[in-house]
């Protein structure tokens, strides 16, 4: 509790020297007048010339130190604790499902220390905050890593691969994954090449807003991602996500082809170059997409779990120095994905470096920061020159599951296979066309 008071220097030493602290309920006397109220715990960064109460009618003020004459504690109280609860299930023959939480916001909460969110809510916390759960399927968790999902890494990746095809194979109906929301994308990515022919839908969720904001999305969100883990006729891996900033419609996505595309909507994510594969929409699954995998079908459930960090996704600028890859191939990289300009282009003065380090036995690939669309190198002479020295156009493939594809190419298999298997469409991380209805703007 203590590093909870977020006070120091003289306000602190005034609430020592009156024995009182965060959650005792005190009187203050100013000049003015008389305040009877709740110490509230401050984060550090906050200025420290004030002290916080929270009035017995609801509203916080803050009163200013030099004002106060005296503090008289009134009640001594320890601040509320939170304690989770195993769910009551509310039928014994519900389909087994498990969370498996890595962080992010969906398992935050405000931190009064900085005023900021951490990770601090456990899969069985998030258990107890959504009891709707338990009617939905008989759910275990599991806190596999506490982390936001801008520190995850190949290997975190591998550990959760190995943990999830655990749970599958012991025959779990419904997989879902809480995780950060700014590289939920790549994750999904990450599992869509390592768990090969899942026979259950295993599907990704985070949330805009952590769980003690009015406006979160954690607890809608979660409960659409348990119901579409148990219900969905599909299988495969997905990102469940607000499909609007209400929360009636719910999108879900294919692993290979979402992307977060807005830093704090609640619709932040958006399949590319394709549609959602699913709308969930009260309570209900429309499934959009045709030749999705069936759930359940019987088929060999594999794992290659493994991704090398030796590659680079790099976002080709105007006048980049081509040095940059010459530093990349010293450090040992073995491959890199290039987010080209338009159809897959990069200034002519690259063209040479690129073929020296391709000759060197480096991969290199081509996306488009144009995010919609896809890549051709045979309508200028600019894509002719690259495709002579090596680099393989890659479509429609987001430049980021191109990333992750090429990572997990390496850790897996022998570099003579890697180019068909990069070329190979074996997630959905290709579309054959990309298809726009009548009338629709890309991005919708
Ligand atoms: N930092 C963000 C992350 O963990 C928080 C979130 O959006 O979930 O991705």
């Known amino acids: 509790m203590e590093k909870l008071d977020g006070y120091s220097g003289a306000l602190k030493r005034l609430l020592e020297e009156n024995n009182v602290r965060a959650g005792d309920v005190v009187?203050?006397?100013?000049g003015e007048r008389e305040y009877v109220g709740t110490i509230i715990p401050r984060y550090e960064y906050a200025s420290q010339d004030f002290l916080t109460l929270k009035l017995l009618n609801g509203y916080n003020i803050g009163i200013s130190l030099d004002k106060i004459l005296s503090i008289t504690l009134i009640e001594k109280h320890s601040p509320p604790s939170f304690k989770s609860t195993p769910p009551e299930f509310k039928s014994k023959n519900l389909p087994k499902a498990v969370i498996v939480s890595t962080g992010g916001t969906i398992a935050s909460r405000v931190d009064y220390r900085t005023g900021g969110v951490r990770p601090a809510l456990s899969a069985f916390d998030l258990l107890s905050v959504v009891p709707?759960?338990?009617?939905?399927?008989?759910?275990?968790?599991?806190?596999?890593?506490?982390?936001?999902?801008?520190?995850?890494t190949q290997s975190n990746w591998t550990i959760l691969a190995k943990k999830l095809h655990d749970y599958v194979s012991k025959g779990y109906e419904g997989v879902v994954v809480t995780h950060g929301t700014d590289t939920m994308g790549y994750t999904a990515a990450a599992l869509s090449f390592a768990l090969k022919n899942t026979p259950v839908p295993i599907v990704l969720v985070g949330s805009q807003r952590s769980s003690d904001r009015p406006s979160s999305d954690a607890s809608s969100n979660l409960i659409s991602a348990m119901r579409t883990s148990i219900e969905a006729p599909f299988s495969g891996v997905y990102v469940l996500m607000h499909g609007w900033v209400s929360d009636e419609r719910m999108e879900v996505h294919l692993g290979t082809k979402v992307r977060k595309m807005h830093t704090s909507r609640r619709d932040a994510f958006k399949s590319i170059n394709i549609k959602p594969a699913a709308i969930y929409e009260n309570g209900r699954i429309h499934v959009i997409l045709d030749n999705l995998p069936k759930r359940k079908v019987p088929s060999s459930f594999e794992i290659f779990p493994n991704f090398d960090d030796r590659v680079a996704?790099?976002?080709?600028?105007?006048?980049?120095?081509?040095?940059?890859?010459?530093?990349?191939?010293?450090?040992?990289?073995?491959?890199?994905?290039?987010?080209?300009?338009?159809?897959?282009?990069?200034?002519?003065?690259?063209?040479?470096?690129?073929?020296?380090?391709?000759?060197?036995?480096?991969?290199?690939f081509m996306t488009s920061q144009c995010i919609f669309g896809r890549v051709r190198l045979t309508v200028y002479d600019t894509g002719r020159d690259l495709l002579e020295v090596g680099v393989i156009p890659l479509e429609d493939m987001l430049s980021e599951t191109a990333f992750v594809k090429l990572s997990w190419c390496l850790g897996n298999f022998e570099e003579d296979r890697v180019l068909d298997i990069m070329k190979a469409n074996i997630a959905y991380e290709f579309s054959s066309r990309t298809f726009l209805e009548e009338g629709e703007r890309f991005g919708d």
């Open 313 to 364: 996704l790099i976002k080709f600028y105007p006048n980049m120095d081509p040095e940059i890859f010459l530093y990349l191939l010293d450090r040992g990289y073995r491959g890199i994905v290039l987010e080209g300009f338009g159809l897959g282009h990069v200034s002519s003065r690259a063209i040479s470096v690129l073929k020296k380090i391709i000759r060197d036995g480096v991969f290199v």
């Open 27 to 30: 009187k203050v006397v100013t």
């Open 132 to 152: 709707e759960l338990a009617e939905i399927a008989k759910v275990d968790a599991e806190v596999l890593f506490s982390m936001y999902s801008e520190n995850m």
